[in-house]
């Protein structure tokens, strides 16, 4: 709570250094300029007109300007209002917050934030870790995008992505979340039965390979590495998606030999409804992260959810195969 308590501190040090001692003030020219009435204002706090007129007025001295221009017919803010109007509800805002949280003894974090996410990921763990961390700060809102589709955020509507890899663009800010991650070669246990069990990396030419396609490139060559030796396949298949949560639906199926993030595989892999194959070869460095275009983005509410995502990558990673090099 420490941190809402200095932004409530910094809020209150702003009215006092504008002398103003009442914050009943500072509620009736908010109330007003969102209802457009001072009368409409005085009833929502039951005071009579006259009350709330000579609030106004002892705000406007206080602050030697005129905030709402007035007729008998019409109201509306001057040019000092408009600018001092989101300040106003700064100082109530923080104010309101640490009452709720003196009395909840829980902190206060109001945000809305748009995030993209990897489909598979998104769909089969990030939508619960993120309903985990609406019940924790309710006031937080959220909109999911899910796709494999790399997200423009300078230009689309998104504020945070969660990617796997190094961003393209060294101008992003990539905040890790599971840097340990790899992708790894896996299938049901009814296609090896079928098709037999690769024993190394290179017998994948022989197999039925679920690729994946990003933007217009499949990713059709697979490297690996041991003991200081990397090698790359150039594996086929009968199907492609750009969509991971089918290439995982087709291993589950039996359709073929996958190559995705361990993340996305946990709760499989611990099911035996897919098996972890080669596990003397390392797959490709896949690390998690959350992306955003300016460090400036880095909010008191993106910080706590950084923290919790965190922390949910790693339990699920403790699922991950004693094989795995990156498992905890």
Known sequence: MDFAYKVANRRITFIEKLKIKNLQDLQIFVLTADSGSLSAAARILDLSPAVASASLKRLEAELSTVLLLRSTRSLRLSAEGQRFLPAARLALGGLQDAIEEISTGRQVVRDSL?????????????LDWLDEFQVRYPEVSLRAQLSDRIADIYRQPVDLAIRYGTPSDSGLVAVPLYSDNRRLLCASPDYLARCGTPQSPADLIEHNCLRFRLGD????????????QTINVAVRGNRVSDDGDAVHRWALAGRGIAYKSALDLVPSLASGRLIHLCADWDGEAAPLSLICADRRQLSPTVILLRDHLRQCCQALAGGLPKTFPGRL
């Open 217 to 228: 490139e499949v990713h059709e060559h697979w490297q690996f590495s041991r003991a200081g």
């Open 114 to 126: 748009q995030i993209s996410m990897p489909s598979d990921l998104g769909r089969n763990h990030v």
